[in-house]
């Protein structure tokens, strides 16, 4: 582990705030190199494999490009079927499955070296109106403002592995103690973060929702070592799989309160759920994700 003057040093070196969130929304705004096929680029300055988030986002992007304005995403599901290598583009191939009269269905493939790294089917609605209820959000958790920063934690001891070597787009404050950290200890209860894109996003709908689905990614998955007295360090993770609902909406450069847990794991793998609430505790996303969870031999 490194001492907490050269971790906070590294993560100081990184880029942050609306700079990093320029380059993301840079990074989402995929080229079009046919009518249904795009291509996507990973930052220069990327961990040896595609972070998820990333080619998850991107692969939305490409499928909202092809549905008419009216009509918004409200679900995902997707499979990742090989690392991704960050030094060449990845291409995009969105397939029109259908276009009904309120529901719009679109595949996306992506592909690197002639094969399939990730698939991603998304549905989309027209615009409607109907019932409403809502499950009320977390109490008594602290104003993120109240929080440390992720330098500050990273200061305090710790080491997040990737997280701290690629750009910060997300401002995140953890309620809890993070999974990474050296003082944590297991607990059966959720992990909780509050997350927001570190700058001023544009009035894009699309844009928020796939900020969205790339932040859901940074602590799923954490969820499932939270439960026991292991270090990151010591267990070999990666998504298999991810879904996601988007329930109302929302903007992704205000606070939203990610509450994460995990209710299983055997045969190497873990089940994490997520929350996205707003300050005010409306509910407006839910996620799912299995993902490896393997102990060395």
Do not use: K
Request: glycine share 8%; hydrophobic share 40%.
């Amino acid at each position: 582990m490194s001492t907490p003057a050269s971790t906070d040093a590294a993560a100081d070196d990184q880029p942050h705030g609306q700079v990093a969130l320029d380059e993301l929304v840079t990074l989402l705004d995929l080229e079009q190199l046919e009518v249904n096929l795009f291509r996507g680029v990973s930052p220069p300055h990327s961990p040896t494999r595609v972070f998820g988030g990333q080619v998850a986002g991107q692969a939305l992007v490409a499928a909202g490009r092809t549905v008419p304005d009216d009509r918004e995403v409200h679900s995902l599901h997707a499979y990742f079927i090989r690392p991704g290598d960050p030094r060449v583009p990845i291409v995009y191939e969105a397939e029109r499955v259908r276009d009904g009269r309120s529901f719009t269905t679109r595949r996306v493939m992506a592909i690197q070296h002639g094969e399939a790294i990730f698939s991603l089917s998304a549905s989309f609605q027209q615009r409607q109106d109907g019932i409403e209820h809502s499950e009320p959000g977390p109490v008594d958790v602290p104003d993120p403002e109240s929080l440390p920063s992720f330098t500050e934690r990273m200061a305090a001891g710790g080491e997040s592995g990737w997280l701290d070597r690629v750009p910060r787009p997300i401002d995140m404050r953890f309620v809890d103690e993070p999974v990474w950290s050296s003082t944590r200890r297991a607990s059966d209860g959720p992990t909780r973060v509050w997350m927001r894109a570190d700058g001023t996003l544009p009035d894009d709908r699309l844009l928020h929702v796939c900020m969205l689905t790339y932040a859901s990614d940074l602590t799923l998955l954490g969820s499932v070592i939270a439960r026991h007295d292991l270090a990151t360090a010591q267990v070999q993770m990666a998504s298999l799989d991810h879904a996601m609902w988007f329930h109302r909406p929302f903007r992704a450069d205000e606070w939203l309160l990610y509450t994460c847990y995990s209710p299983t794991a055997s045969g190497s793998r873990g089940l994490a759920t997520g929350t996205f609430t707003t300050a005010d505790g409306t509910l407006i996303a839910t996620t799912v994700q299995e993902g490896l969870v393997r102990l060395p031999r």
